[in-house]
């Protein structure tokens, strides 16, 4: 099992930056893929972004396609979402999560990540 803690949350602007982090431990860090979720109220959990054990790709929703980053430093044991030209709709409890193995046969589905962070708050404002 792996535990998951996420932190950089927080208010900011419409049109603001902020990194997320997530620190994993209990596994071998490599060995699987980290994924980043988020959860606005009243609405599902929504896939924002992931990345494979090895690092070498990144799979970003639609929504934030262009805007936001995501990277991981193994060294570290540190999944990082760096968000850009923030939107009040980016509003949401951001969740990491760790996926099953390193390389995952559907990227955006809850079901193929097995550990999950507590969450941080980001708040847009317009």
């Known amino acids: 099992q792996v535990q998951l803690v996420e932190s950089g949350g927080g208010l900011v602007q419409a049109g603001g930056s902020l990194r997320l982090s997530c620190a994993a431990s209990g596994r071998t860090f490599s060995d699987y893929a980290m994924g980043w979720f988020r959860q606005a109220p009243g609405k599902e959990r929504e896939f924002v972004a992931a990345?494979?054990?090895?690092?070498?790709?990144?799979y970003l929703s639609d929504s934030v396609k262009g805007r936001f980053t995501i990277s991981r430093d193994n060294a570290k044991n540190t999944v990082y979402l760096q968000m850009q030209s923030l939107k009040p709709e980016d509003t949401a409890v951001y969740y990491c999560?760790?996926?099953?193995?390193?390389?995952?046969?559907?990227?955006?589905?809850?079901?193929?990540?097995?550990?999950w962070g507590q969450g941080t708050q980001v708040t847009v404002s317009s």
């Open positions: 990345i494979p054990g090895t690092g070498l790709s990144t």
């Open positions: 999560a760790a996926g099953y193995r390193s390389y995952l046969s559907n990227w955006p589905a809850p079901e193929s990540y097995n550990s």
